[in-house]
């Protein structure tokens, strides 16, 4: 398994399963508002992930990987939205919340490590 391949694999489990979060939103104006939106952060994390994986120094690593949280953090938004107006139940969504929020952690992580190492290469 190569680097980043487990994080990977986790951004694009997340993905599906808030897709199929999307799929079980209510068929209101409201449920196809959230779900559209939802849907399109929710698919955004793992391709941008691979971008990534793929940049083309550490600050346009940093940059990429900043988008990825960003959508995460969106995604949480979202499903706070979709709990508190109980248009699907709670418990349905813990999960995801649950992944969504490690996810977070991880990425956040992964930025503040490769910027300690571009300041200290900066320094020496």
């Known amino acids: 398994m190569a680097k980043g391949d487990d994080i990977q ?3 694009v489990n997340l993905g599906v399963s808030l897709v199929q979060i999307c799929d079980k939103l209510p068929e209101s104006k409201t449920g196809a508002h959230i779900a559209s939106q939802l849907l399109r952060s929710a698919t955004s994390p793992a391709p941008n992930y691979a971008e990534a994986r793929g940049a083309e120094s550490d600050g ?14 969106e995604c949480l938004v979202w499903l706070a ?12 969504l813990k999960k995801a919340q649950e992944d969504c929020t490690v996810s977070c952690r991880i990425i956040a992580a992964s930025i503040n490590t490769v910027k300690g190492r571009m300041k200290k290469e900066a320094a020496a």
């Open 9 to 11: 694999e986790r951004l």
């Open 60 to 73: 346009d690593f940093v940059h990429k990987l900043k988008v990825v949280l960003k959508e995460l953090n």
């Open 81 to 92: 939205l979709i709990e508190r107006g109980k248009l699907l139940p709670a418990d349905g």
